[in-house]
């Protein structure tokens, strides 16, 4: 890892995803990654924050309590005041980091934001969704470019890094967000919407149509593309692996687990105080458990629909 270290990482959750954060957090340190982190944290146990402290250089950031998907508080955290080094990164709370990954926290170029872009399925980002983002752009900007930059494709962000150059874009991307995504959206993917992916359909139109938008990398690392060694593990699937193990996160079962370990060998958490599915000793009972986890997932989604949490 280089002596001076240039990057910032941010994340966020509600308490839902609070073992997450801590995962993520304990990724980081276990792999020798000293950097500094900001942690956006809705309604979280004092012994949750507590924990993320104990590791030393964590910043807690309270969110105030909102039925909101807390992803829409990304540009905010990203360009906050706690933030003072030359680089940011996001890194979504349902990941973690494989092996020393301070490389892929500084990008190459300070003109280009690091990226991953995509091709949605159809019908996500159809020519009337991309007519509506260009709208909006315009609206927001007084100007929008004619065409997509990014052609038929835009970005997924579970991991970004930029340049602090770009905190009046990330300024823009807040206001944008604040706009166009209604404060009762509780979880990020809306299907029916032209911001099919909330905050990262918002970040997707203003790379696509904004004029003063930063280029977009072609050299995305984090991924594992340049060494399989070291990479960022974005989770993705619900449910997660410290709620229940579903059939896409059993790969994740051998990057999980050694954080987990290096938690309670630290004193972070002690291993009654861990979910069962995190606790190894269950891990049987996990396993077998796997085939539910759709109808899991149904259930926590309607939970959290009817009641908030």
Same mark, same amino acid.
């Given at each position: ?81 706690? $933030? &003072? @080094? =030359?680089? %940011?990164?996001?890194? +979504? ?6 092996? *020393? ?73 807040? $206001? &944008? @967000? =604040?706009? %166009?995504?209604?404060? +009762? ?6 299907? *029916? ?117």
């Amino acid at each position: 890892m280089h002596d001076e270290i240039k990057t910032t990482v941010v994340t966020a959750g509600d308490k839902a995803f609070a073992w997450g954060t801590l995962l993520l957090v304990a990724s980081m340190r276990k792999n020798g990654m000293r950097h500094p982190i900001v942690v956006g944290a809705m309604d979280w146990a004092g012994d949750m924050k507590a924990r993320a402290r104990a590791m030393g250089g964590v910043t807690i950031r309270e969110l105030p309590s909102s039925r909101q998907c807390v992803a829409c508080q990304k540009p905010m955290l990203m360009g906050c005041d706690d $933030v &003072q @080094t =030359e680089w %940011v990164c996001w890194a +979504d709370s349902d990941a973690a980091f494989v092996g *020393d990954c301070s490389e892929w926290l500084v990008g190459d170029d300070p003109d280009e934001i690091v990226v991953r872009t995509y091709s949605p399925p159809p019908p996500l980002l159809t020519a009337e969704r991309l007519a509506v983002w260009r709208r909006d752009v315009e609206a927001l900007c007084g100007k929008a470019l004619p065409e997509s930059r990014l052609g038929d494709t835009t970005v997924n962000n579970p991991f970004i890094v930029l340049h602090r150059r770009w905190r009046p874009f990330l300024e823009r991307w807040r $206001v &944008q @967000t =604040e706009r %166009v995504i209604a404060p +009762d959206v509780v979880t990020p993917w809306q299907k *029916d919407s032209a911001y099919f992916q909330t905050d990262e359909s918002v970040l997707g139109s203003l790379l696509c149509f904004d004029p003063d938008a930063p280029k977009v990398t072609a050299n995305y690392k984090a991924n594992g593309s340049v060494d399989k060694t070291r990479y960022f593990a974005h989770f993705a699937y619900n449910p997660k692996p410290w709620q229940m193990w579903n059939a896409h996160s059993l790969k994740w079962r051998d990057v999980v687990f050694p954080v987990v370990d290096w938690m309670v060998e630290k004193g972070i958490v002690g291993r009654g105080d861990l979910p069962i599915p995190l606790r190894r000793s269950w891990w049987w009972a996990s396993r077998a458990a796997v085939p539910l986890a759709p109808w899991a997932w149904r259930a926590m989604k309607l939970k959290k629909k009817i009641f908030g949490a």
